[in-house]
Nanobody, 116 residues
Framework: QVQLVESGGGLVQPGGSLRLSCAAS????????MGWYRQAPGNERELVAT???????SYPDSLKGRFTISRDNAKNTVYLQMNTLKPEDTAVYYC??????????WGQGTQVTVSS
């Protein structure tokens, strides 16, 4: 059984930072990959970051340098550190876990709003 619960979203001014958390019901290192996605109203869901079971992280070029994905195996938690936030970062952020056989699990999402 796999459950993912995101937290840490909220309101932040442009240029600020937030750290999102994704708590999993099992070891995060047991998944083929973990990822963060975001979706703003009226927009397509887009990939934000991924991390493999081996710890390799990747990001879209547009976000590289501002966002960092990491994990704490002892807490079964994956994090997304977001720095230098911009209004266009406003979205619901979702955590995703992909099993070795390809099945994906999603969290409920957490709202991030960047506004002055």
């Amino acid at each position: 059984q796999v459950q993912l619960v995101e937290s840490g979203g909220g309101l932040v001014q442009p240029g600020g930072s937030l750290r999102l958390s994704c708590a999993a019901s099992r070891s995060v290192s047991s998944f083929a990959a973990m990822g963060w996605y975001r979706q703003a109203p009226g927009n397509e869901r887009e990939l934000v970051a991924t991390i493999t079971s081996g710890g390799s992280a990747s990001y879209p070029d547009s976000l590289k340098g501002r966002f960092t994905i990491s994990r704490d195996n002892a807490k079964n938690t994956v994090y997304l550190q977001m720095n230098t936030l911009k209004p266009e970062d406003t979205a619901v952020y979702y955590c995703k876990a992909t099993m070795t056989y390809g099945r994906a699990y999603w969290g409920q999402g957490t709202q991030v709003t960047v506004s002055s």
